[in-house]
């Protein structure tokens, strides 16, 4: 089936660490975005790719640190910097149409 | 500035009652769309329907229809009798030309249908 994979879905981190959440798609999209979502709060996008070997910052990129090797796979790092890691994190790609995109399930990122 | 408005934090109606989703958005740009998407229990947003800035025709869905008014800025998401499997926090969301299609998110309306 085609989608977009995120892993793992919960993840713990102690205070310091840094940690990477996976996301791989397989609908052949050249576009790629990460967002946060905090309790009852939209969407915040943190960085989009639209493009292998190339991305950008949206608008909370501070703490956070992306790769685009493949254009499959879109992996964000949440870094020791990120001074409130706890949330929920979607990655998403971009279909044909203008700004229709296709979420994964998401991975919930607890720092203990 | 680009901005999206969702008033309603929280709904609850009781199935098969209609009920209207909110939405009013801020944009200085003549080319845009419009988005609903559905995030039930699962985490995953589902999209539902995307306008642009030039096409003001309603459109109907099965159950579901959606009102875009330029004039008032709404773009205003009705469920006609509602289901139990309708509960779930709905997101109404705005793009732009030039904006390499990032979304705007507005901060979601949760939807509950008691039987």
Not at chain 1, 19 to 45: I, K
Not at chain 1, 66 to 85: D, H, I, M, W
Not at chain 2, 59 to 71: L, V
């Amino acid at each position: 089936d085609g989608g977009i994979t995120q892993s793992p879905k919960y993840l713990f981190r102690k205070e310091g660490q840094n940690v990477t959440l996976s996301c791989e798609q397989n609908l052949n999209h050249d576009a790629m975005y990460w967002y946060r979502q905090d309790p009852g709060q939209g969407l915040r996008l943190i960085y989009y790719s639209q493009i292998v070997n190339d991305f950008q910052k949206g608008d909370i990129a501070e703490g956070y640190s992306v790769s685009r090797e493949k254009k499959e796979s879109f992996p964000l790092t949440v870094t020791s910097a990120q001074k409130n890691p706890t949330a929920f994190y979607l990655c998403a790609s971009r279909g044909p149409g203008p700004g229709e995109l296709f979420f994964g399930e998401g991975s919930r990122l607890t720092v203990l | 500035a680009q901005k999206v408005t969702q008033a309603q934090t929280e709904i609850s109606v009781v199935e098969k009652e209609d009920v209207t989703l909110d939405c009013v958005y801020e944009t200085r740009d003549t080319t845009y769309y419009l988005f609903w998407y559905k995030q039930p229990p699962s985490g995953e947003l589902v999209f539902l329907i995307r306008r642009n800035s030039f096409d003001e025709q309603n459109e109907i869905s099965g159950r579901y229809s959606w009102n875009f008014q330029k004039s008032t800025s709404s773009f205003n998401f009705t469920i006609t009798a509602s289901q139990v499997v309708d509960s779930a926090v709905y997101f109404c969301a705005l793009t732009w030309m030039d904006s390499s299609y990032k979304l705007i998110f507005g901060s979601g309306t949760r939807l509950l249908v008691r039987p």
